[in-house]
């Protein structure tokens, strides 16, 4: 159990990367909190199963340091780093039985006998593999493979981390709820460092305490599944969490005012973007709402609506933008003059899709582009 | 209710393949049974001998020598080739440019005719020119495979384990480069030593790939020919006259027909025999 810290870290897979476009991993420097349950969430190819293969050892980086609990251990082994990785297809060694394959990782490290005995047999009902515990490995089911090497895994104790890439891509969706529950409880048990990389967002939500966000080999937004919902710090956040995505509208900043097209919508604070840049207002369609016939909104025409059981989803297009709004059950549309009111307080400028902070709070970062 | 409409015409779909089947294999071989339960004295004369001439090969100490040098030679190599080949697929790169240069190397002496492969050797051992025979004996040696049986014997295998150590080491390697990455990354996460890797993770993905090496140098090597032909012609004395020399001898150099017939469905049947065998042993656990 380690705190891990990843100093000015950054990877390419050329010899000498010159372009940024080059580095599969661009320059970070992060803490991640010792005990904590972490997953990497991103699209296929953003340099998830990149950042996982050096912080557990199989692949050395190419810029900067990585840290266990404050020790250099960029050059060490996975073993040195005492670390337990379960990769996404499950890899179990065919000719040992299922007890055999758990023992294997502990049997190495000269574990003492009775202590690995003791420890497999929780391991095999807490996977609940004890039945099989004396077959050997290689007629099981994908399923049951899985869980061999997660065990294998979780079946050592004083890990500094446990790490996941993708491990329940082969496994029955009932499986996967069950098999990730089971993580979960784990996790509360053992309080692992864990990290997880997954790009399906369901898993990463309802697995981690804190989600770190990738996309294009950079982390885009570490934060709780709340904070990544409520205030997402990137375009890309906004849009890959939360279904249907944020709307992302082109605009111009006037102080508390962010117009679109023409029509003016009230934000809840003052903005100052930097000339030349490209500014968009974002907001999720759970804060857009039809306007009621009193008020006074922005017209808007509808294209459809689907039904999708809880809500429906109206998909409009304000002067020509494509958007998506929530509309709650049993309210009813009317069926002309459509006009759309927006949660001042929910809704995000961005600028060269960063959130941009407000004006006077004293702590406007600043882009350079 | 279905009515099954029975067509007969099928059969003339099944009909090339019999004929083929036929004229490879069924035909010829029985033709050889034929001669082997027959004496003819001129053609077209034939008497019916029954088991006579099993029981004569069977009685005989000049095939029980035979057979004893076929499988002493054959259990030689076997223990040679097979971890040789798969020491060598072992070291070899997996990826990069030397690869295919590797591969190319391998292949080299699959591609030699095998009566070529006898004369390159001949020629190489011989003790007053030949680069080993002249050398060996250089060295203080006393090697002449044309004389003494036991420099006979170390040619002849030598010369096997070069010509055909390649073909394990190409499918070893095969079996190799199936396994994933993933196998590799784990075993070194588990802690595993190198000799554990090679126990629990290459020894059981090559296993299928070992026994088709295995099987296809037991036959191969159960009937060699060509090259100790070519090297030795079965000599010093018979010293190296192996199942297959020996059933030429009897049938081509003394023309007994009845015999080479039985010695023929007497070598097949043993192959057939000792192929099962190895292969049922090897399998058996493979699908519990």
Not at chain 1, 109 to 120: A, P, Q, W, Y
Not at chain 1, 166 to 181: A, G, S
Not at chain 2, 83 to 110: H, T
Not at chain 2, 216 to 239: A, I, K, Q
Request: charged share 20%; hydrophobic share 45%.
């Amino acid at each position: 159990m380690s705190q891990i810290k990843l100093d000015q870290l950054a990877h390419s897979y050329y010899p000498d990367p010159a372009t940024a476009e080059d580095f599969a991993l661009k320059k970070m420097d992060y803490l991640w909190d010792d005990g904590g349950a972490y997953a990497l969430l991103g699209p296929s190819g953003c340099g998830k199963t990149t950042l996982l293969n050096i912080i557990s050892g199989l692949l050395v980086p190419s810029r900067g340091r990585i840290l266990f609990d404050g020790e250099d251990v960029t050059a060490k082994s996975p073993e040195e780093r005492n670390i337990a990785q379960v990769f996404q297809f499950p890899v179990i060694y065919d000719t040992m039985t299922v007890a055999q394959n758990l023992e294997f990782p502990l049997a190495n490290r000269g574990v003492d006998r009775s202590e690995i005995r003791k420890r497999v047999d929780e391991m095999l009902d807490t996977l609940e593999l004890s039945a099989k515990a004396g077959r050997r490995a290689q007629g099981l089911t994908a399923d049951e493979k899985q869980k061999i090497s997660l065990g294998r895994g979780l079946v050592r104790y004083d890990v500094n981390a446990i790490l996941f890439d993708e491990p329940l891509t082969v496994i029955d969706p009932h499986m996967k709820w069950q098999l990730r529950t089971k993580l979960k409880e784990l996790h509360q048990r053992f309080s692992h460092t864990m990290i997880y990389v997954t790009h399906d967002q369901t898993e990463a939500l309802t697995f981690a305490d804190k989600v770190v966000v990738m996309y294009e080999g950079e982390v885009v937004q570490i934060g709780t599944p709340e904070e990544l919902f409520e205030r997402p710090d990137h375009t890309f956040v906004g849009y890959f969490i939360g279904s249907p995505g944020m709307n992302i509208l082109p605009c111009v900043v006037n102080g508390n005012n962010a117009v679109v097209a023409g029509h003016s919508i009230p934000l809840d604070t003052v903005y100052q973007p930097p000339r030349g840049a490209r500014v968009e207002l974002g907001v999720r369609p759970e804060f857009v709402r039809f306007a009621h016939a009193a008020e006074n909104g922005v017209p808007v025409s509808i294209e459809s609506i689907d039904n999708v059981g809880r809500h429906r989803i109206a998909k409009v297009r304000l002067a020509g933008n494509p958007m998506n709004v929530i509309v709650p059950e049993g309210e009813m549309l009317s069926s002309t003059d459509h006009q759309i009111v927006f949660d001042a307080q929910r809704c995000g400028i961005y600028v060269n899709d960063h959130r941009l902070d407000a004006a006077f709070a004293g702590q406007g970062k600043r882009y350079d582009y | 209710m279905t009515t099954k409409t029975v067509n007969q015409k099928a059969w003339f779909l099944v009909l090339p393949v019999l004929l083929i089947v036929a004229l490879n294999a069924i035909i010829p071989l029985m033709t050889v049974v034929n001669y082997s339960v027959q004496d003819t004295f001129s053609p077209g004369v034939f008497f019916f001998e029954g088991t006579k001439w099993y029981k004569e090969v069977l009685s005989s100490p000049r095939f029980h020598g035979a057979l004893g040098r076929q499988f002493l030679f054959t259990a030689i190599i076997l223990a040679i080739e097979i971890p040789l080949g798969v020491l060598v697929a072992l070291a070899m790169p997996r990826k990069g440019p030397w690869v295919s240069v590797c591969l190319v190397l391998m292949a080299l002496p699959l591609l030699i005719p095998w009566n070529v492969v006898g004369a390159m050797w001949n020629i190489f051992a011989l003790p007053d020119i030949g680069l080993l025979g002249y050398g060996l004996n250089w060295l203080g040696f006393d090697y002449n495979y044309t004389q003494q049986p036991v420099s006979a014997w170390m040619t002849v295998v030598l010369m096997d384990v070069w010509h055909w150590t390649s073909l394990v080491v190409l499918l070893a390697y095969a079996g190799l480069s199936s396994i994933p990455d993933a196998y590799y990354q784990a075993a070194k996460i588990d802690g595993a030593s190198a000799f554990a890797v090679f126990r629990y993770i290459q020894l059981p993905k090559m296993k299928r790939v070992l026994i088709i090496a295995l099987l296809l140098r037991f036959m191969d090597s159960f009937m060699v020919y060509t090259e100790p032909f070519v090297l030795t012609g079965g000599g010093p004395g018979n010293s190296t006259t192996f199942l297959s020399i020996d059933l030429v001898k009897a049938a081509i150099g003394e023309f007994n027909l009845g015999i080479a017939a039985a010695m023929s469905i007497l070598y097949f049947l043993m192959t057939l025999l000792v192929c099962w065998v190895f292969y049922t042993a090897m399998m058996r656990g493979e699908d519990s």
